[in-house]
């Protein structure tokens, strides 16, 4: 019987499909067969080596004569210890081949335009981690835009907040809004496509539009990022990430442009919102395994991803994960053309926020172009203590219609503009510490005149924080006094404006 049991261990069904090893019924190494390549590969110059090919991975089992399991016990107990190995050896051997796989979700639920979008774009994501002190701080995922062959170094763009602390500096009376403080001498860790890790060497960041370029040390050609030049609200695109085992991570939404106005300090923002049907079948794929394995598996969202249209083409990057907002790829240019140019990205600081009149809620719209006949320009939303354009008279509720010449009707061109005054400055020899003339054309709305304004303003690569000083003024007064917070409204503002 001994024997018996010993022969139908060793029995077994090949499993198509399967080319792995076999362990012996000792435990020892797996018998290898070896092959020529020449015998397979013609013409490929290596036909002298020999190539060393695993012996088929075969799949304990139980004869189909064998069918009472209380009078063969020993035999279904020996098969059920061999098919235990077999799964171990399979599981092992299947870790080491891509091919071999198993992913529980399909690639992607777009039509096959995206997938075709996506495979190439997704050759220039990696994926980075920062650490200051031993201590994690962050990860975000990154672009390859340069590699240099004679010195093996590629350049990677990515979010500016892989180097920010993770918690704002505390704020006091004259500054309102969330100011953080960045390392510049943070540990970068570059995660490579193979698996390998390399040093992130930080070059430059910038912190109004949260971009940063790191130097890393590449053995071999990367593929560069693509860029589009616009991007339009509205517009289908992809969201590409990498989870923490490298795997890709694709999104399918939207573009949008109807809160890019609302951010602190980041009114220049597009918003990628995600197709709630996709959103939904994630959520249902990640609470199943949760139920199945005990263990929530999180959405690994990161900045610095890459907002792709279906082309394959950068329309933006992410610095918001949680709200999904985004650099859009015009300003990228831009960005990247004034750092490798001159090696800083300043901008002029008007000490203004506004919003598009164009994106307001078509009532408010209405209205305005109802009582002043102007369907066209940028709203000021706030204007910053002590600024030039607080002094010429630029008020809250001004509609600024052109710089230098030029008609603005987003934010976003509203940057671009202002970047493009940063090149003609640097074009004609002047630094980042020189003062530039900006000629506004402006509507005031209080006294129904339009006139151009010259603001003399400084370039600057450092984030610009509007501080309006009415809000800033109440709310030192509200602390100083304590005024009770019930009673703000009075004042015509709010709790929400300060937070």
């Not at 991007?231 to 890709?248: D, H, T």
């Not at 949680?322 to 008007?350: D, K, Q, T």
């Amino acid at each position: 019987m001994a024997a018996e049991t010993r022969s139908l261990e060793l029995r077994s069904k090949t499993t198509r499909g399967d080319d792995h090893v076999e362990e012996d019924e000792e435990g020892r190494e797996p018998k290898k067969m070896k092959t020529t390549l020449a015998t397979e590969q013609d013409g490929d110059g290596d036909g002298d080596e020999e190539l060393e090919i695993s012996s088929p991975l075969r799949e304990p089992y139980v004869p189909d004569g064998v069918k009472d399991r209380r009078a063969n016990q020993h035999i279904f107990a020996a098969c059920k210890l061999a098919k235990a190995k077999f799964s171990e050896k399979r599981d092992r051997v299947n870790k080491l081949l891509p091919t071999c796989q198993y992913f529980e979700r399909p690639l992607v639920s777009v039509p096959d335009a995206g997938r075709k979008a996506v495979l190439p774009a997704a050759r220039s994501l990696i994926r980075l981690s920062s650490s200051v002190g031993r201590q994690p701080l962050t990860r975000s995922a990154g672009l390859w835009i340069d590699w240099d062959e004679g010195s093996g170094t590629g350049i990677v763009l990515t979010s500016a907040h892989l180097i920010r602390a993770k918690k704002p500096l505390p704020k006091d009376y004259w500054m309102l809004k969330d100011r953080h403080l960045y390392h510049p001498g943070a540990q970068v860790t570059v995660h490579l496509h193979d698996d390998t890790t390399a040093e992130g060497r930080l070059l430059y960041h910038q912190e109004h539009y949260d971009v940063a370029f790191f130097k890393v040390a590449v053995d071999r050609r990367v593929q560069l990022t693509s860029f589009a030049d616009t991007v339009n609200m509205g517009q289908k695109a992809l969201r590409l990430g990498r989870e923490e085992n490298l795997n890709l991570r694709i999104t399918h939404g939207k573009v949008k442009l109807d809160e890019a106005e609302l951010g602190e300090g980041h009114h220049h923002n597009m918003y990628f919102y995600p197709n709630e049907k996709y959103e939904d079948e994630e959520t249902e794929e990640r609470q199943r395994m949760w139920r199945g394995k005990g263990v929530y598996i999180p959405r690994c969202d990161d900045d610095g991803e890459p907002v792709i249209d279906f082309d394959g083409k950068v329309v933006g990057m992410i610095n918001c994960s949680e709200s999904g907002s985004f650099v859009p790829s015009s300003i990228l240019n831009n960005c990247m053309y004034l750092w490798r140019n001159f090696g800083c990205i300043p901008r002029p600081h008007l000490g203004l926020q506004c919003e598009a009149l164009k994106f307001l809620d078509p009532i408010h719209a209405e209205y305005i172009w109802r009582k002043l006949n102007i369907d066209d320009g940028l709203v000021v939303k706030e204007v910053s203590i002590g600024s030039h354009a607080e002094k010429v008279g630029i008020r809250v509720g001004d509609i600024i219609e052109c710089i230098d010449g030029e008609r603005i009707s987003t934010t976003i061109e509203l940057e671009n503009k202002l970047l493009g005054i940063c090149m003609g400055t640097f074009d004609r020899g002047n630094d980042i510490n020189a003062k530039v003339d900006v000629f506004v054309r402006v509507f005031h709305t209080a006294n129904h005149v339009w006139r151009t304004k010259q603001l003399t303003v400084n370039l600057s690569d450092r984030r610009e924080v509007v501080e309006g000083g009415q809000r800033v003024l109440f709310y030192a007064m509200a602390s100083m006094f304590d005024f009770p917070v019930s009673t703000w409204h009075c004042f015509g503002l709010s709790l929400l404006s300060y937070h």
